[in-house]
């Protein structure tokens, strides 16, 4: 339950600390005392939307801390370990620091937070009534959701949904694998006659840049084998090596005669020869390296040309060939797969369906039992609320063949608002005073106590009083009993039904030379909870008689 409300520099309100405790508590004041600005806190400090219009004027920044004490077993302990929040203490609190540009910051236990995770434990811990969920009430295409939330079926309402998606998922993939098969189809012939073609060429990715290199190679080494060859001629024996052999053959027959003058020329001779059979080595070798076989480079040639021939007639570079081959035979292997894909497909879709129908029907039969449990509740409360000749019921058409997220039902409240009269939907068949009174009764059973929220109802009450507010007041005050409830109200029936009461006031005071309008809330002793009854009951002049009528209200209160 809530156990504390702190307020710093939110519009009016410039500090305000409030402890609550179990059972019912009331919030009474005139119109514009600030009870919007209480609400509007505590929503921030549940992760509602802000604006910087809620920092009180003249301040930086704004906060609202809420802070709660909740039982072992409630699943918001459960859900912060999944979100990986390492809490021990026994007490949660919520935190919401507003800047005034608009700018926000969010707190679990002093933890830093995201709004949404703030947003998702606020909805774990506290319910809101406000004076405009009749939307909800009287819109059919929400009815569902309140039954499911009634009975406790938000779990499998989830479960509905989730394999409603999944369903729909593979629908999808069916009616897209269907079209993706039959377009495959169309193109088998192509692609089949594309598949023989690459794997006949059977490219590799780097292959046009090492062919290429290659062919260069060898045109380079058929350009300058001639003159290699020349040069081999012009070194060998019928060139420079055979000429240098005479010379040494006819000094080598002079020598004798020369007295040693030709030793020089001889020793000079022999190396030359030695350098020349060294060059003419290095140049055979040349010769050899740079011998090109006509054939390969023809194959090299017609390899490429059949390689770019291939790649201009799918419009793409040699290098994506390889890649092109690979996703043709996957096509390839696709369009033959294609019945059993197609087989596959559509028994996902029809084992999607199935699983989601028997989980829609488990919901709607669980939808149909709740139904009687809601209808017999809100019959009972509708005497005390004048509406005892009125009925209520909780209409559901089921069709399996139109399911939808929700499930397969259709769930209208339905109500006849005398005896003998037709049924008809809730919001065009009751007048306007009876159909304030069907939302109440609604709201009163709707507000499931038994998973540990604290229940806030914010003028629910408008337009109704006597016997009629004294009735709502006793509900509200048996909700409380169950837990925690609170009420903003005008009504001072159900005011003097809440065991904790505050006035909420609005106040003027000089702050620095300047007049400072604060929003403040006081919890009311018992002669002041009299005096404030007594001012609701009156209006602004208090009567003796109006100040019997309040003792009188409390005295019928049962005590705590």
Not at 475 to 486: H, K, M, P, Y
Request: charged share 30%; hydrophobic share 45%.
């Amino acid at each position: 339950m809530l156990r504390r409300l702190s307020v710093r520099d939110i519009v009016l309100i410039d500090v305000l600390d409030l402890e609550f405790g179990a059972g019912l508590g009331a919030m009474t004041g005139e119109t514009g005392a600030g009870k919007s600005i209480l609400l509007d806190a505590l929503g921030a400090a549940l992760g509602a939307r802000v604006a910087g219009s809620l920092v009180r004027a003249g301040s930086k920044n704004g906060s609202a801390t809420a802070e709660f004490e909740i039982g072992a077993d409630h699943p918001a302990w459960r859900w912060l370990g999944e979100q990986g929040y390492d809490i021990e203490d026994e007490t949660l609190i919520l935190r919401r620091v507003v800047g005034e540009e608009g700018r926000s910051r969010a707190f679990i236990n002093d933890q830093p937070s995201s709004v949404s995770a703030l947003r998702s434990l606020g909805s774990m811990l506290v319910e809101i009534h406000g004076q405009f969920d009749d939307r909800s009430l009287t819109n059919p295409a929400a009815h569902g959701l309140l039954l499911d939330a009634y009975a406790g079926l938000e779990g499998r309402g989830r479960a509905v949904r989730k394999l409603h998606a999944a369903w729909r998922e593979a629908e999808r993939e069916l009616v897209s694998g269907r079209a993706e098969i039959e377009e495959a189809r169309a193109d088998a012939d192509y692609v089949r006659h594309s598949v023989e073609e690459l794997e006949e060429l059977a490219p590799e990715s780097d292959e046009e840049a090492v062919l290429d290199a290659e062919r260069r190679s060898m045109q380079r080494a058929v350009a300058i084998a001639e003159d290699v060859s020349r040069a081999a001629d012009a070194l060998g024996a019928k060139g420079a090596e055979g000429r240098l052999s005479e010379a040494v053959r006819w000094l080598d027959a002079a020598a004798p005669k020369a007295d040693g003058r030709l030793d020089p020329a001889l020793a000079a001779l022999d190396r030359a020869m030695t350098e020349m059979s060294e060059a003419l080595r290095e140049v055979d070798a040349a010769m050899e390296a740079l011998a090109v076989d006509p054939n390969v480079l023809e194959q090299i040639e017609e390899r490429l040309f059949a390689l770019r021939g291939l790649a201009r007639k799918h419009r793409m570079s040699v290098t994506d060939l390889a890649t092109l081959r690979a996703k043709m035979n996957e096509r390839l292997a696709f369009i033959e797969a294609g019945e059993e894909r197609l087989i596959a497909l559509q028994t996902a879709a029809r084992q999607a369906r199935e699983a989601y129908l028997a989980e829609a029907r488990t919901l709607s039969a669980a939808r149909a039992k709740a139904a009687t449990g809601l209808d017999r509740a809100v019959m009972k409360e509708l005497p005390p609320l004048k509406l005892e000749r009125a009925k209520f019921r909780t209409e559901i058409a089921t069709d399996e063949e139109g399911g939808t997220a929700e499930g397969i039902d259709r769930v209208s409240f339905t109500v006849a608002t005398n005896p003998g009269s037709p049924f008809g939907p809730i919001d065009k068949t009751a007048s306007g005073g009876e159909l304030s009174r069907f939302l109440l009764a609604l709201k009163v059973c709707l507000a499931r106590r038994e998973d540990g929220k604290t229940i806030i109802f914010d003028e629910i009450d408008r337009g109704v009083g006597g016997a009629t507010a004294a009735a709502i007041g006793v509900r509200l005050r048996r909700l409380g009993e169950a837990g925690q409830a609170l009420v903003i109200t005008h009504a001072p029936q159900v005011a003097a039904e809440a065991s904790r009461h505050w006035r909420i006031n609005k106040a003027v005071t000089k702050q620095k030379g300047r007049e400072v309008t604060t929003t403040e809330v006081v919890l009311l002793s018992e002669k002041e909870r009299v005096a404030e009854l007594a001012r609701m009951l009156a209006g602004e002049t208090v009567t003796k008689e109006a100040r019997e009528a309040a003792r009188s209200l409390l005295k019928q209160v049962p005590a705590a």
